[in-house]
């Protein structure tokens, strides 16, 4: 009996280590690397999935770049109906496992029960901790439809080394699907999304419109084979789109965060570099009923400024650090982190939700104090 036994063991350890399980096998997945959200115009909800073709290789015996991947979408009236429609258009079993980008159209993250989409797309496993959250301009399965590879092999290490370039530069902010979904519910600040849109439509002609609806373009020098451009942030409130920043308000608010160390600043027509000296403080003044936003910040920089060129560069500065928070009061957001200072003064949570935070945010003073000395001064 014994020896039966440790027989039938036996066989079921060399079936398993066989891979008697063909369904999970690599050639059996769908493997989706970026996953697009968007409202159609009869009203469905549409998800589209770019997956890479596993095992196809060029004459060189590497990974293919933008032709060894494939687009598949599926349509419902709700997110669980098309997901299944997903997964009937991919011929694989599909995996989430290795996602990099999550994409929603700016017309989808402006709708009133976007927040609601949002609590349903993190039940998806894998999706909420591993995806980058892009707010695209147009569709995004059009804007999933160009994605390509331009200078590595394989499409999800292009699109984590791309990002991670921009948002160390401040072009653009370090947000995760999980960033916006855990923020879009607090009483405190409040979450950012990346900016992404198509080159040819950034750079087509627009008729003049309010700053915040339409943001001024990136730097139009800029020469790229990239069709996908990833530049500015996407500002929630209450789990919606409320507004975007362009590219330079965006480092400026990266700055305020404390996401950025070092940047590039343009003091009439001469750039200068400048490092932060300990992260920015935010800090909120609560006295008589009137609320003040004070930030302080000091930093240093490489270049040789005498005083009068350093106080004139302190106060060119603030005045853009102030704009920024003034452009964020107008849409009603806070993503510079004001409110958690600010509750901090509060002994109860029921108390600091009483203070209705966000009307007196809107309208709240703004202090910048920026101090800018030589490195070669220490």
């Known amino acids: 009996m014994r020896a039966r036994s440790l027989m039938t063991l036996l ?12 369904s999970g096998e690599v050639e ?31 004459d060189s015996g590497e990974q293919p770049g933008g032709g060894g991947y494939l687009v598949f979408s ?21 995996n989430l496992s290795h996602i990099e980008m999550l994409v929603a159209s700016e017309n989808l993250a402006r709708e009133a029960d976007f927040g609601a989409l949002i609590a349903q797309l993190s039940e998806t ?10 707010v695209c301009e147009g569709s995004a399965r059009s804007f999933i439809e160009a994605q390509e590879t ?27 699907f999980a960033d916006v979904y855990y923020m ?24 003049a419109a309010a700053l915040i609806d339409t943001p001024a373009p990136i730097n139009e020098n800029i020469s790229s084979p990239m069709r996908q451009r990833f530049s500015g942030a996407a500002l929630f409130r209450d789990g919606r789109l409320a507004g975007l920043l362009d590219v330079g308000q965006t480092r400026l608010m990266n700055l305020i965060r404390g996401t950025i160390t070092a940047f590039p600043f343009d003091c009439d027509g001469k750039i200068y570099t400048l490092t932060t000296e300990g992260a920015a403080t935010r800090t ?79 309208g709240a003073a703004v202090d910048v104090d920026v101090e800018v000395h030589s490195a070669s001064e220490d």
């Open 11 to 22: 066989l079921g350890a060399a079936l398993l280590l066989s891979g008697c399980r063909v």
């Open 28 to 58: 059996n997945q769908a493997y989706v690397l970026v996953l697009g959200v968007d409202r159609l115009e009869d009203g469905s909800l549409e998800l589209t999935a770019r997956v890479p073709q596993i095992g196809k290789s060029d």
């Open 74 to 94: 599926g349509s419902g009236d709700g997110y669980a109906q098309a997901k299944e429609a997903l997964e009937q258009a991919t011929p694989r079993q599909m």
């Open 125 to 134: 496993p894998h999706l909420y901790t591993t995806a980058r959250f892009v």
């Open 150 to 176: 331009v200078i590595g092999t394989r499409l999800s290490s292009e699109i984590n080394a791309m990002l991670n370039h921009f948002a160390e530069h401040g072009y653009i902010p370090d947000s995760s």
């Open 184 to 207: 879009a519910g607090s009483i405190y600040s409040d979450p950012v999304a990346i900016r992404g849109f198509m080159a040819a439509a950034e750079e087509a002609s627009k008729p």
């Open 284 to 362: 909120v003044k609560l006295e008589d009923g009137h609320v003040t936003l004070a930030l302080r910040m000091r930093l240093s920089t490489l270049d040789e400024v005498c005083d009068e060129d350093a106080r004139r560069l302190e106060a060119a500065l603030a005045e853009a650090l102030a704009t920024v928070v003034y452009t964020c009061q107008t849409l009603g957001t806070d993503p510079f982190g004001f409110a958690e200072s600010a509750a901090g003064q509060f002994l109860t949570v029921e108390q600091w939700q009483a203070f209705s935070w966000r009307e007196r945010y809107a």
